[in-house]
């Protein structure tokens, strides 16, 4: 089973380009989310869906925008890359509130690492 | 407010030790979920366990045990007879469900780094 994937795994740019990250995931989960990891910051929040259609901010939204057109997809795309934005970014997906036994279990990618010069 | 504090940054052990992991937690929902993650040098994560509020019980599952306590606001995580393939990041998280929108709110702890050595 494929679960979470991301593409592309590792990407370099140069201040101000723009880029997609593609996040794709096979379990029919309602809820995806992009997460960023920074050392000794943990993880934290980027934007999350709650269905196909819809997109909410999360703690750290600002330079990102994100787009879920089909229920499987969840891109995460930088418009203006700048140096702050050089992190490696997680995807993740969970089933809904009232699958039993899974509720608030995060399903990740393997992460994607992203470096702006 | 919610909350997840791991203190310890970074522990080092000598294999076969045991190691506990504290997490402490703040949170105003009465119905919540805690977690625990393990990140390995290979970069994924890795769910360990799932714990929802009402349920207190401790867990073990091999060398690993959980000890959750609401009365501390604390879920520690102790592993037993540390091996050298402990040795990770591991993070502690806590999940809200989000009432108006529906999905889930987690945050993560900043995570501590274990160092288990031979």
């Known amino acids: 089973n494929a679960g979470v994937t991301q593409t592309p795994k590792f990407r370099v740019l140069k201040t101000g380009q723009s880029m997609t990250l593609l996040c794709a995931q096979d379990m029919n989960h309602e809820y995806m989310y992009w997460y960023r990891q920074d050392p000794g910051m943990g993880l934290r929040l980027i934007h999350y869906?709650?269905?196909?259609?819809?997109?909410a901010k999360g703690e750290v939204p600002d330079g990102y925008n994100v787009s879920r057109l089909k229920k499987q997809n969840f891109l995460l795309g930088l418009e203006s890359a700048a140096p702050s934005q050089t992190s490696v970014y997680f995807c993740?997906?969970?089933?809904?509130?009232?699958?039993?036994?899974?509720?608030?279990?995060?399903?990740f990618g393997e992460g994607s690492r992203l470096t702006v010069l | 407010a919610q909350k997840v504090t791991q203190a310890q940054t970074e522990i080092s052990v000598v294999e076969k030790e045991d190691v506990t992991l504290d997490c402490v937690y703040e949170?105003?929902?009465?119905?919540?979920?805690l977690f625990w993650y393990k990140q390995p040098p290979s970069g994924e994560l890795v769910f360990l366990i799932r714990?929802?509020?009402?349920?207190?019980q401790n867990e073990i599952s091999g060398r690993y045990s959980w000890n959750f306590q609401k009365s501390t606001s604390s879920f520690n995580f102790t592993i037993t007879a540390s091996q050298v393939v402990d040795s990770a990041v591991y993070f502690c998280?806590?999940?809200?469900?989000?009432?108006?929108?529906?999905?889930?709110?987690?945050?993560f702890g900043a995570g501590t780094r274990l160092f288990v050595k031979a």
């Open positions: 869906s709650v269905g196909e259609g819809t997109t």
């Open positions: 993740a997906s969970s089933p809904g509130a009232k699958t039993s036994g899974r509720s608030g279990e995060l399903f």
């Open positions: 998280a806590l999940s809200e469900i989000r009432l108006l929108t529906g999905g889930f709110k987690t945050i």
């Open positions: 714990r929802n509020s009402f349920d207190e």
């Open positions: 949170t105003r929902d009465t119905t919540y979920y």
